[in-house]
């Protein structure tokens, strides 16, 4: 028909575009970064300082999907580091340098102070961790540095010869066998181990504080392992309010238990209580023994924090410290507390864990100490900052004195730095990594706590 004929000739007549492809209507394939090139050394050396040893993440999480799609939208020219390039290339070298930095600071110094102990891991593999303390100088400044110079596998018996051999061989790898000048290990010459002591005592011999204390472990277990409990618990207090629950290997962490449960309401914990959980209902005198409980621990657990120093010097508080805590408990006894039983004990084993101090210094010579008190009172009070800057100023006026300050003023007051390591380790060593070598995981705590040096 004409409709159809007019139709076919207007497409037949339409304009036909001829122009040939370009090279920009085709998709370009993404240039990406050279394995050699600074942008991809710059994002693999981050990606294992800041994620895998910063977070404690995987090792295994480069490979994962989610990981690279992240990297791809990110920076779609990165190729994602492999888990095999990562533990033979990147964490060795990174090892090496820490190592090497080491050596440096430690070749400055002339005296240097250790902690050492012997841990396990989740599958009770023994390692002996050993870490560095020095007083370095800083832009005319000193401050205090410390270094974990290994944590290494330790198999066999623990005997003393063999710990002995596994500690000299680290401090030769560092060349500090002649430098070491004192060695803090985790018995009851350092004072946090002996303030637990004094404390584990007292309880010990108060068998009425004991039971109360108990009780309130058993609260905190039922808080911790029964929903109904939780949700009464909740809703008569706030779900921000909680008990932590106590560490075995920390003292202070019981004090901080029933200092978290004195601080709740005794009527609404006694009414919470009152039905269903009789067995962790607080009577008044109970709940009054915690309360002095308290009063008379907070102390001891100050102590302990200010022992457990790393950046500040922490061995010149210690005499001050134990004389304050004997002057503490002499006030507490001459109170009408039901925990009288217990101070006296507490002051009975102080006296005993540090006899040194107290037969060597002249606790009674109060006439000497006011006259020592007016002839400082120009000068300002030190703070645990203050000490070394309070040398740096003097260093001229007493130069001996100086030296001997910077050797004394880097001992730690306990092995708590070296213990610190191990609970990095903890953190590494998760469940989901169970099976991971001891080599592996001695480089990654190297890394994690010397940190700062990469």
Known sequence: SLCNYLKNLSCHNAPKDIKQPTLQSFPQKVQVYSLHSPRHQAIAEAIVKDLIVGCSLLLSFVENGHFKHFIEI????????????????????????????????????????????LWSDRRLRSFLGVTAHVCCKKKGSYALESYLLDCM????????????SAFEEITEEYGIRQKISYI?????????????????????????????????????????????????????????????????TRWNSTFKQVQSLTALDHKALAEMCSKDYEDVTFSPCEWTQLKELCTVLAPFSVATDLAEGEKSV????VVPTVSDLNTHLLEMEETRMQCRPLVKALRQSLMKRFSGIFTKTNM???????????TLKPSKSLTLTMHLSFG??????????????????????????????????GIIMTPHRARLGHKMLQSLMLLKCNQTLL
């Open 74 to 117: 990110m920076d779609c020219k990165y190729t994602p580091v492999s888990r095999r390039t990562i533990c033979e290339k990147w964490i060795p070298v990174l090892v090496k340098k820490v190592k090497e930095t080491v050596l440096e600071k430690l070749a400055t110094q002339s005296s240097v102070s250790l902690t050492t102990d």
């Open 153 to 164: 596998r330790f198999t066999g018996r623990h005997g003393w010869e063999r710990i002995a």
């Open 184 to 248: 803090i290990t985790d018995n009851a010459a350092n004072m946090k181990c002996a303030f637990k002591l004094v404390v584990n005592d007292g309880l010990k011999e108060v068998r009425a504080v004991s039971h109360t204390i108990a009780k309130t472990s058993r609260f905190t277990t039922l808080l911790h392992s029964s929903s109904q409990f939780k949700d009464k618990f909740e809703a008569m207090f706030d779900t921000s309010k909680t008990i932590p629950a106590a560490n075995n």
């Open 314 to 317: 922490t061995i010149s508080i």
């Open 364 to 374: 009674k010579a109060r006439d000497e100490l006011k006259k020592l008190e007016n």
């Open 392 to 425: 740096k100023k003097n260093r001229d006026r007493f130069p001996q004195l100086h030296k001997v300050a910077l050797k004394v003023l880097t001992v730690p007051a306990s092995s708590a730095p070296v213990e610190r390591v191990f609970s990095r380790g």
